[in-house]
């Protein structure tokens, strides 16, 4: 096997001009040293220095490897040093997997003002609702309600858990009557949405008096975005199952309308979860961005 501690002492030597400086910068003794010379002169069977009791110069020989190498090592000693400065300086590229709904209204927001601070943070969001291995699919971070995140992750929540709601356009309700019980709903246009990981259509789920129910609803329409299934929603299609936080301001604005509010569900709230306690900077730094803001 090559070693190259004999080629550093090497170039140390020439680049100092004395055996006694190198060594003094290498830590060693003058006469270790000068035998780590003679063993590499031995094994190139090559004279590489001229020495004298004044000076040291390198023959023909010793001044053409001095120079293959001594840019080499110089190279790999800026890298260190950058490597090093990496340790404590936020840069690279962290990427994130999200939820649609998670991606728009709690990730993006949140790391604006961050990137604007630290140009040399690159992020990859992945915008999709299928469950995820972070770790196999190379991700830094995952975000998912609190109830999907797997135990062996650092957890950290980023909101307030998560009220499920039932709505419609008024345009819907002028031509249906409102559902009233959820047997209602089998008489209801309900805008599907189909779930990514395995092809099923995501069953509507309803909690009253410590009492869960999924209901299998039916409609025209099957998306596999929450934006488009509100959005037909808002065109008049149907009644729509979801997040609150993704229609209440349709909902304020009175383009929608909530039911059967009694039924409510309420799911833990998003976390961001990530598989490593060594962060590098650029990801403790997103993850404190991300995590829920301090009360004020």
């Not at 808002?234 to 909530?258: D, F, K, Q, T």
């Amino acid at each position: 096997m090559t070693r190259f501690d004999d080629l550093a002492a090497f170039a140390a030597v020439v680049r100092e001009g004395s055996f006694t400086r190198a060594a003094a910068q290498m830590g060693v003794t003058q006469s270790a040293l000068s035998q780590t010379i003679r063993t590499l002169e031995r094994r190139l069977d090559l004279k590489l220095l001229n020495r004298t009791t004044r000076s040291v110069s390198t023959t023909e020989a010793g001044e053409r490897l001095y120079q293959a190498v001594a840019p080499r090592f110089a190279d790999i000693d800026a890298e260190l040093a950058a490597l090093s400065e990496s340790r404590d300086t936020p840069a690279g590229t962290v990427r994130i997997t999200a939820t649609e709904t998670a991606a728009r209204m709690l990730v993006w927001p949140r790391l604006q003002p961050l990137l604007s601070k630290y140009p040399d943070i690159k992020i990859e969001i992945s915008s999709e609702n299928r469950f995820i291995d972070i770790v196999a699919e190379r991700f830094d971070i995952g975000v998912r309600l609190g109830g999907d995140v797997a135990k062996d992750m650092i957890a950290v929540r980023m909101a307030p858990d998560m009220r499920m709601t039932v709505v419609g356009s008024p345009d819907y309700f002028e031509r249906r009557r409102p559902p009233r019980t959820l047997q209602d709903l089998a008489e209801h246009d309900c805008i599907c949405l189909r779930l990514p990981t395995h092809g099923a259509l995501l069953h509507w789920e309803f909690r009253r008096r410590g009492k869960s129910t999924n209901v299998q609803v039916t409609g025209r329409f099957v998306f596999n975005a929450t934006d488009l299934v509100v959005a037909a929603t808002m065109a008049g299609h149907g009644l729509a199952w979801v997040p609150a936080p993704a229609v209440n301001e349709h909902i304020a604005a009175g383009s929608l309308r909530p039911v059967l509010d009694d039924w409510a569900i309420t799911y833990p709230g998003h976390h961001l979860y990530y598989a490593s306690r060594s962060a590098s900077p650029a990801l403790a730094l997103v993850v404190e961005a991300l995590r829920v803001p301090k009360s004020k």
